[in-house]
């Protein structure tokens, strides 16, 4: 059982490039979620998705886009990179549509993104 | 909207010693409360929860928590430090409108154990 899945582990981008980062989960989770964690800010919700189809805007969702087009995958988009999005980004499900109210998210191992 | 605060980005403790770390919240409805615990280069874990029945909440690896609503607290204490447990620490609250639009985390504390 593989859990949530994150690709790729690291990755250095240049200001104005975009890029993909890859979340698949294999536990047939209806809810998705990206965080981003910054030294000494803990982790901010970006965008989360309650099911193929559905996405939605966390805390933190400018300069990231979404889609979830089937249960198990949920990329997270840099259209224009830039030097703030610098971070270690993590995803995240569970299985209730609900969310993480009452039961555990399961994360990823995350992406180290520096963006230059 | 829901908040966390957990006091003090750095704990230190000898090997044996109690650990505490303190974390208080704010929300305007009864909370769900987490705490998660995240290893060098690792995604987080979750350490327990609380869902608003017993107010002591074990969790794994011998850590537990109590909800204290009058003083808005809910501190992971483990009686013994293990070299193992030195990692970065998460509490966490629910929404107000629920658990869809995530988990509001605070800043983390860093767990230190001294040999």
């Known amino acids: 059982n593989a859990g949530v899945t994150q690709t790729p582990k690291f990755q250095v981008l240049k200001t104005g490039q975009s890029m993909t980062l890859q979340c698949a989960q294999d536990?047939?989770?209806?809810?998705m979620s990206w965080y981003r964690q910054d030294p000494g800010m803990g982790l901010r919700l970006i965008h989360y998705?309650?099911?193929?189809?559905?996405?939605d805007q966390g805390e933190v969702p400018n300069g990231y886009n979404v889609s979830r087009s089937t249960t198990e995958d949920f990329p997270l988009r840099l259209l224009s990179a830039a030097p703030s999005q610098t971070s270690v980004y993590f995803c995240?499900?569970?299985?209730?549509?609900?969310?993480?109210?009452?039961?555990?998210?399961?994360f990823g191992s995350g992406t180290q993104l520096s963006v230059l | 909207a829901q908040s966390v605060t957990q006091l003090g980005s750095h704990v230190s403790v000898s090997e044996g010693a109690l650990v505490l770390l303190r974390c208080n919240y704010s929300?305007?409805?009864?909370?769900?409360l987490f705490w998660y615990v995240q290893y060098p280069n690792q995604g987080l874990q979750l350490l327990l929860k609380?869902?608003?029945?017993?107010?002591l909440v074990k969790g794994i690896n011998g850590f537990e928590a109590e909800f204290k609503k009058s003083e808005t607290s809910f501190h992971l204490t483990k009686p013994s430090a293990h070299m193992s447990d030195a990692a970065e620490y998460f509490c966490?609250?629910?929404?107000?409108?629920?658990?869809?639009?995530?988990?509001?985390f605070g800043k983390g504390t860093h767990l230190i154990i001294q040999p």
């Open positions: 995240a499900s569970s299985y209730s549509p609900q969310g993480p109210t009452n039961e555990k998210l399961f």
């Open positions: 536990m047939n989770h209806e809810y």
């Open positions: 998705s309650v099911g193929a189809g559905i996405t």
């Open positions: 929300s305007s409805v009864p909370p769900y």
């Open positions: 609380y869902t608003s029945a017993a107010t």
């Open positions: 966490a609250v629910s929404s107000d409108g629920g658990g869809a639009d995530g988990l509001t």
